[in-house]
């Protein structure tokens, strides 16, 4: 089981970027997926969540109306649309799983989730 993010890099402020979080070893179709960011000296924070049928998201308030989750359960793979970033949303991105069998469960809470990727780097320039 394994879950790998990519889609990071380098953006000036006001840019985009989409982050990929792609599945192997398992289906997505059964998994709540989060994405999670890490600053230096910040604890793990809750970016956006959703359900295993995508019907349920959640968005932390310092990305609402900014980023989009969203997921292709064909390719096994969620996205974060990133637009308008900001210097503060600079971290470490992860991706995580979590069962959920039910259709409708999401949790921005980091400890909920069982699987995660290995992080990808977003930098925002100002």
């Known amino acids: 089981v394994q879950l790998q993010a990519s889609g990071g890099g380098l953006v000036q402020a006001g840019g985009s970027l989409r982050l990929s979080c792609a599945a192997s070893g398992f289906t997505l179709d059964l998994y709540a997926i989060g994405w999670f960011r890490q600053a230096p000296g910040k604890e793990r924070e809750g970016v956006s969540c959703t359900s295993s049928s995508g019907g349920s998201t959640y968005y932390a308030d310092s990305v609402k109306g900014r980023f989009t989750i969203s997921r292709d359960n064909a390719k096994n793979t969620v996205y974060l649309q990133m637009n308008s970033l900001k210097p503060e949303d600079t971290a470490v991105y992860y991706c995580?799983?979590?069962?959920?069998?039910?259709?409708?469960?999401?949790?921005?809470?980091?400890?909920?989730?069982?699987?995660w990727g290995q992080g990808t780097l977003v930098t925002v320039s100002s």
């Open positions: 995580a799983a979590v069962a959920d069998y039910s259709g409708s469960y999401y949790a921005p809470d980091p400890y909920e989730y069982d699987y």
